[in-house]
């Protein structure tokens, strides 16, 4: 389900296993839709681009880095509500 999203909506149910060094990256749309000075929206490539970036680190580390680098790409105020969780699998019980 969407972060946000209805729950009574019937989206639909999928399972991936995931493995160590796996990373899970949910956002909602206010991240992918945050515009910099020159109107150009972010959009997923550029996360893609940092979360591979980023992939080495800590999944807070990542986190922080992610919101870093937009606010600085960005170099605006955000507008929009931004929800941003990443799960970093490691293989610790």
């Given at each position: 389900m969407p972060l946000g999203g209805p729950v009574t909506f019937?989206?639909?149910e999928d399972h991936l296993?995931?493995?160590v060094?796996?990373?899970v990256m949910?956002?909602?749309?206010?991240l992918t839709e945050r515009f910099n000075q020159?109107?150009?929206m972010l959009g997923q490539e550029k996360l893609s681009?940092?979360?591979?970036?980023?992939?080495n680190i800590n999944?807070?580390?990542?986190?922080?880095?992610i919101i870093a680098?937009?606010?600085s790409w960005a170099g605006t105020e955000q507008k929009d509500d931004i929800t941003l969780c990443v799960v970093k699998i490691n293989g610790s019980d």
């Open positions: 019937p989206y639909k296993p995931l493995h060094g796996d990373i949910m956002m909602s749309d206010g020159q109107r150009k681009e940092w979360l591979i970036e980023f992939a999944s807070k580390g990542i986190l922080e880095s680098a937009t606010n």
